[in-house]
């Protein structure tokens, strides 16, 4: 059986992309290896909403949604102090959510069998399968071999395929960090919100630098779920050495820190888990993102931005796959050159264009002391300002003590913080 | 207050998974090359310490790895070989 499009990985990216196709009347194949699709997965925690207007309207309908995110939080951490700013919308907006990346992508996948894709589970692909003229013709599980006049690569961050056909290198450590990720659920979602600060359909997304990751590159984050919350560290792989805990213990530092473990005493733990994730966005993207009978998208190809603080990647990923699929729609045949209105599209798209302009957000926040400045020296000195003993200092006062204390140059700080302006 | 330290074999607990006895998706290439590693970061970098040292030796176990793929990118020496667990097998991620 020969399907028109094969495609790799039922992800958000594989899905939207599978979702185009078969509504437009392809004969599509998801092969996922997982059990079902998003056994493989894990994310932070949030979905930004925006984009996915343009290009999964259906979301808006039913899509599962935890909590609507209405805090933002981001907190400077160090062993016995906290700096945390809070953005709160008053209003019920509704622009980015959390939810359980397994609960979307299963949603998500109803929508494609709806429209007619098959999605076959349990199966690995080990690798693209070429022709003699080096154009990929269908995919390899075992001593199987599925043809397909179009494959699109949704494998995600370990991209293993795209090595073993020769498209990309073997992953740097310089491109990537690993995410830890601990699922803390509360009997009662009241507690939760009390602890929080949240209305019963609110939802938090809170970003923490310093303490986390033992003030390297990286941090923690909660997400607040429905009845649970998402909480981990994040770590670039190229500081491993400068680390003093194993990340397995790192993280359950960061729960047990006391500004943290009052908020998630007593839940219980539901779930452990950890996944790569591309920090250098469009640095580790392959040399091209279209092949013949070949697209990349997703994780695979680098499409995932993060600013630090902001990180989106479910939304770059169902856009490109959207993007792939409208591709082979308007594609007269499957060589690289008609395919390159792919790179077009994802050219004309917020995709590649918020990428581009993020470039360097990668060199910025792999700066080791930025991190561990901004947060020693913020820390201490708004606890001079507050902490009033026989003199009451001036902001100024309290910043160059706190320079002194932390020995911490203000000027570098200040810097940096333009550096972050422009770039983050 | 409960303020428990979840052991990390308490945490992998909690995970389902299904494990593939007869081929491990993740082998060590060549023990040498792990002896003669002075730093080791697999035994830091992996969230379900598969890889454990033992005088100089690793020990690599397989069954509660969380598949993400950190080992053989951050292995110095490209020791590890790394698959896809086939048809189904390994992790199985319900509510992250």
Redesign the interface.
């Known amino acids: 059986m020969k399907f028109d499009v094969a495609i790799v990985g039922a992800g958000p990216a594989g899905l939207a992309a599978a979702y185009r196709l078969a509504s437009s009347g392809f004969k599509v194949v998801v092969l996922e290896?997982?059990?079902?699709p998003?056994?493989?997965?894990?994310?932070g925690g949030r979905i930004y909403a925006y984009w996915l207007d343009k290009y999964l309207p259906e979301f808006r309908k039913d899509a599962p949604v935890d909590r609507w995110v209405r805090k933002e939080r981001v907190s400077f951490l160090t062993e016995d102090k906290a700096l945390t700013v809070e953005l709160a919308i008053t209003q019920k907006e509704k622009t980015s959510f959390v939810v359980?990346?397994?609960s979307f992508v299963s949603w998500l996948s109803k929508l494609v069998q709806g429209a007619g894709a098959k999605i076959v589970?349990?199966?690995?692909?080990?690798a693209l399968v070429k022709d003699e003229k080096g154009k990929i013709t269908g995919v390899r599980s075992?001593s199987d071999v599925l043809q397909a006049e179009y494959v699109i690569d949704a494998e995600g961050?370990?991209r293993?395929l795209l090595e073993r056909a020769g498209i990309v290198k073997?992953?740097?450590?310089e491109l990537?960090a690993?995410g830890?990720?601990?699922?803390l659920?509360f009997e009662n979602k009241k507690v939760l919100e009390e602890r929080l600060g949240l209305d019963e359909d609110e939802g938090l997304a809170w970003a923490l630098a310093g303490y986390p990751t033992e003030y390297l590159p990286g941090g923690g984050f909660i997400y607040t779920y429905k009845d649970?919350l998402?909480l981990g560290v994040v770590?670039y792989?190229k500081n491993?050495?400068k680390?003093k805990t194993?990340?397995?213990?790192l993280?359950?530092k960061f729960r047990?820190h006391p500004y943290i473990?009052?908020l998630v005493?007593?839940a219980t733990?539901?779930?452990?888990?950890?996944?790569?994730t591309p920090v250098a966005g469009i640095n580790m993207s392959p040399p091209r993102y279209y092949y013949d009978g070949l697209l990349i998208v997703g994780d695979a190809a680098g499409f995932l931005l993060h600013t630090g603080v902001l990180i989106r990647g479910v939304d770059f990923a169902i856009a490109s796959g959207v993007l792939a699929a409208e591709a082979i729609k308007e594609a007269r045949s499957p060589s690289a050159e008609d395919l390159a209105i792919y790179e077009k599209k994802l050219r004309e798209s917020f995709v590649l264009q918020q990428l581009e302009k993020f470039r360097s957000a990668d060199r910025l926040l792999g700066d080791e002391s930025l991190f561990r400045d901004l947060t020693l020296l913020s820390t201490e000195a708004a606890y001079r300002y507050f902490n009033i003993d026989h003199n009451q200092r001036t902001m100024f006062e309290a910043v160059r003590e706190a320079s002194k204390k932390t020995r911490v140059s203000v000027l570098k700080t200040m810097i940096n913080m333009i550096r972050m302006l422009r770039s983050l | 207050m409960s303020l428990k330290y979840f052991t990390i074999e308490e945490r992998l607990n909690a995970n389902a998974w299904d494990v593939d006895i007869h081929r491990p998706h993740i082998k060590i290439k060549d023990p040498d090359k792990c002896r003669t590693c002075e730093k080791k970061p697999c035994t830091y970098m992996c969230p379900a310490k598969c890889y454990v040292q033992q005088g100089d030796y690793i020990v690599l176990s397989t069954e509660a790895c969380v598949e993400c793929g950190t080992c053989r990118v951050v292995c110095p020496h490209g020791a590890i070989e790394w698959n896809y667990p086939r048809s189904g097998m390994g992790i199985w991620y319900r509510f992250t």
Do not use: C, F
């Not at chain 1, 830890?180 to 699922?183: A, F």
């Not at chain 1, 194993?246 to 213990?249: I, K, M």
């Open positions: 290896r997982g059990r079902e998003g056994a493989k997965e894990l994310y359980p990346l397994v589970t349990e199966v690995t692909v080990d075992g961050v370990n293993l073997k992953l740097e450590p990537v690993v830890v990720k601990e699922v659920k649970s998402a770590v792989l491993w050495e680390l194993p990340v397995y213990d993280i359950e047990l473990a009052p005493k007593g733990l539901q779930e452990y888990g950890g996944h790569m």
